[in-house]
Each structure stands twice: as structure tokens, then as C-alpha cells.
């Protein structure tokens, strides 16, 4: 394994440097003994931060294929609640210890935290999404092209492919054929704009880094940057827009 860069540094990297290390290994052996797993274009990590690392999220397995994608530990922000997903698959994301967003509240103590991470020259992994309620690209919420300008990150996107049938298969005895496509890293982003322009140049970042996800998985899972039709009306709202989490009805809640 690359060891991690002196600049690439965090509150919590060396407090919880041994148990990451144990999860990245058990992540190697998991995806060894459960999938099929390819992955391509590991040497575009780069040695040294800031680094925003960003991937689609269909599945709860994608934080498990980002630890044992990347060279060396990263801070994570995710979702505080863990919906869609089975309870024993919430242990993992707190044993390594991650940035808890509560979707639809704004989560300003988050993105201060995660800032303070970038600005010290670390490595943030973040699902631009903002949760794995679909198995198509959705628009990116704001916060990953906040982030992106403020910092002046370098982004790094990463296309998951079948990670989503994972445990589908699994319950007929059988590992999923899965892929992790690293792509190389784009930006840095700049935005001097205010007001409604600076709103309207934050989203189009959120289109680009999407689009450079889309590029690294099927067309099937392009969703709203498909250029079907009839894919783009498939595509999922997001579930927290009008009320704060764990309060939407049908989301399985734990």
C-alpha cells in the first residue's frame, strides 16, 4: 500500500490510523472472498491532498469500495442515518469514524468539519448524491461543488459498477461481477460570482463532476445525464428535499 503523503493530514488520521488500517485490510479480503472484482486506473490517486474523492451511490457497498479502492486512509461524510441499508453494514462506516450529515438540514457543522479537513491538505470522500436511494445518476446536491470551491480541491472521480447487486447475489450464492473505475482527477474549481450567479456556477461544477462519474459507468445508470428520455424520467427525487431525515415516509429508517 502507498503510504500516505505528509501533507495528507486530519484530526482523526492518526487517532484512528489502526482500525482504518484493519477495515482496508478486511475491505481486501471481503471483496476477494464475496465479488469479482476489477479495478481500473488505481495510479490517478494522487500522492498528496486536497483531495475531493467522489463516486455514484447506489449502494451502501460503495463506502466499502472506496476503503479498499484507495491507497491510504480518507475522511468520509455520509449520511447520518443509515437508510436502505441492513443494520449490521452501520457498524463499519462508525468504526472508521466519518462526518455525520442529517439530509435536509442544511448539515453546516459538516461541511465546516469537512473544509477544515481539505484546508489541511487531506482526502475527503463524498457521494455527491447525497444518499443511495437510486440505481441511477442523480444531480449532484450542492454541497461536493461547495466544497470543491472553497478548498480549491482537486476532484477525483470514481465510477462503481454492480456494486449495487452485491448482496442480490449473494443471497443466491453467487459473487457479483464488479468493477471500480478510477478516472483522473479535474479541477481546481474557482468561483468568484455572488449571489444567483455564484448559485448557478456551484451547480454547473455539480453537472461536471457528475458528468465525469457518468463516464466511468454504463449508459444505462446515467439517469439524469442519459440521453434517453425515457431514463431521465426514471430518475429518483431526492427524498429529503421537503422534510429533514428520518422523517420520509416508506425510507427504511434505521
Known sequence: MMEPSRKIKSEQLEKRRPVRVFLQGLAKIAFWLLTDLEIEGQENFPEEGPLLVVGNHFSMVDIAAF??????PMEFIGGAVFANAPKFMAVFPRMWGYLPVFRGTGS???????E???????VLAIYPEGGSHARMLRPARPGT????????????????????EVFEKLGKFKRAKVKIRIGKPIGPFEVTEKGTKRREKLEQIGVT?????ADLIPPEKHGFLSDDPELR???????WEDKPEGEVEGMNVR
Open 116 to 122: 477544515k479537513v481539505l484546508k489541511r491538505q487531506g
Open 233 to 239: 424520467a426514471q430518475v429518483v427525487e431526492y427524498p
Open 145 to 164: 461543488a461547495f466544497l470543491a470551491a472553497r478548498t480549491q480541491a482537486r476532484v477525483l472521480p470514481i465510477g462503481l459498477i454492480g456494486m449495487d
Open 108 to 114: 453546516h457543522f459538516a461541511l465546516r468539519e469537512a
Open 209 to 213: 463532476i457528475m458528468q465525469r462519474i
Open 67 to 72: 476503503v479498499r479502492a484507495a491507497p491510504y
